[in-house]
């Protein structure tokens, strides 16, 4: 790794990024160099909204380490779409699961729902994603149609 000292914090640039404060987060940004990078933007892809990733942000906000800054605001956004594609994904196979599990057809499950069997078909394809009171409803359908088959 790059030479990068901290000052005046209790951790050092060889330990886990979850654990530097946002002075260490700063300083990293500001002189350190492409491993120090690396590890921040390793964490941001893990958790993209998380304490790293807020941290970089909050720096980012008043410090614009050049060639850095927006390599940094890059990746959180990548690490954000990539995230929310995998959750409207995942969102889309329960409702999937929900419908199958109750044993109804679309249409049939749709209405008791309240909603349209093509409104349905947006949620199941993830193009669209319920309220989370519209998915409690699913998950109150599903169980209720299987205990009554």
């Known amino acids: 790794m790059t030479a990068l ?5 209790d951790v050092s640039p060889d ?5 530097w404060p946002i002075e260490a987060v700063q300083a990293a940004l500001e002189r350190g ?31 614009r380490p050049y060639g850095i800054a927006g390599v940094m605001e890059r990746t ?12 409207r ?19 049939e499950f749709a209405a008791r729902i309240g909603t349209s069997a093509s409104r349905l078909s947006t949620y199941v394809s993830g193009k669209v994603i319920p309220s ?10 599903a169980t209720q149609a299987r205990s009554n088959n």
């Open 132 to 141: 989370a009171a519209l998915l409690i409803r699913m998950r109150r359908v």
């Open 76 to 87: 959180i956004a990548r690490a954000r779409a990539t995230a929310e594609t995998s959750e």
């Open 33 to 63: 160099g492409l491993s120090h990078w690396h590890r921040l933007a390793a964490a941001i892809t893990v958790d993209p909204w998380g304490p790293v990733a807020r941290l970089v942000e909050e720096v980012l906000g008043y410090s």
């Open 89 to 107: 994904a995942e969102v889309a196979a329960e409702i999937a699961d929900l419908v199958e599990q109750s044993g109804l057809s679309r249409t």
């Open 5 to 9: 000292a901290f000052r005046n914090v």
């Open 15 to 19: 330990d886990p990024v979850q654990t």
